[in-house]
């Protein structure tokens, strides 16, 4: 927590050199208090209209603007969206909780708070984002006699956001993903904590697709499903000094389910501890009607597993809800996949699962140095998991525990 105080002190220094410097050669004000529009922070009044209109001054400021929500009070603020493109670069200073609606009508829309169509974006601050998600949660997956709701709001979503930078920013209790990523590129996301129990349905900590160029770095995922979920599009992806647990771990797809998918490309995750998860890294890619795309150029490495149900898996018979064909195969590609020193311990006997498909059989698969032991949930000592592969084009090198089955 010191170490990530003294970051983000750095950041404010940084940023008050640029808003004085910028004040002084354009002559306009660089720096707009949502409180001068109207906000108020009584965790009741709705500030989305005072926090457009900041947005809409800065969007007309040549230079660097600075949109400050101030430290003290709870923001309440329903749907909104920023939208550029913009004159000049944004810095959004969030220093006070952000509350989301919780009524039934909030449960249904796409987004809480979306940035859109900017450039050159920084959104930076010792802040929350509560995003209600106990008042949601009970409508999804509900059961008979139940009422249902498609329940779908990011927390935070960037679509067509280029040069962005995301740091010190929690977002706790989604309703559904945190953190959503749409045909950005050069975007970074550090510091970053997502918080939802280990049974909150589908609240991926990061959520990203058809973007390129995005880093994960130094971040906290504590959630229900993914911790970083990875969609067809994306390209060039890192992910690194990162912890992710509880959830369901780093994730490739799922992929193929769709016609005309772009492939996944360039994904790498490294120096990360993954625990209490129900995978580790995983692949997943449809059998029933699957169509043709691929996944290429991806590298694990330096990852530790505590007590992670799955610790590597390829499915490629991806059938969430069951009732598939078996007969049918995966028409996705998986290739070029390097997975580097990896241990620790598996709560299932299978650590290495890759599972591929006949159609189309994993190629360029290299594992080395991997040390996974199965501890059994039951109790008693740490035994040498296994490992399992099918249609697995591959090698093996370094130290191997559980024996390689490529």
Known sequence: MMAWRSDFLVFCMLMFFLVSTSSVVLGKPAVLNVKDYGAVADGKTDNSRAFLEAWEAACEQQGTSV?????????????VAFTGPCKGSITFLIQA???APTDKSSHTLTYWIKFGYVDYLTIAGLANLYGGGPSAWPYKGCGQGQECLQVVPHSLRLEFVNHAWVHHIGSIDAKDKHISIFQCQDVTLSDIRTTAPHDSPNTDG??????????ILDSTFNTGDDCVAIFSGSKDVNISRSICGPGHGFSIGSMGKFPDEDPITKINIRNCTISHTDNGFRIKTWAVS???TFASDITVQDVMMDNVRNPII????????GGCDPTVESQVQIKNLQIKRIWGTSTTETAVNL???????????????ILLLFRNPEGGE?????????????????????????
């Open 97 to 99: 909780d952000l509350y």
């Open 206 to 215: 990061v959520h990203i697709a058809v973007s390129e160029r995005v880093k």
């Open 382 to 406: 740490l035994q040498p998991a296994v490992s399992s592969c099918a249609y697995v084009v591959g090698s093996s090198r370094g130290k191997q525990v559980p024996k390689p089955c490529i």
């Open 290 to 292: 699957s169509y043709p």
């Open 314 to 321: 390829i499915d490629q018979h991806y059938c969430p809800r």
């Open 355 to 369: 599972q591929c498909s006949s159609q189309k059989p994993c190629q360029g698969v290299e594992l080395e140095d």
């Open 67 to 79: 949109i400050t929500v101030p430290r003290g009070g709870k923001y309440y603020v329903r749907q």
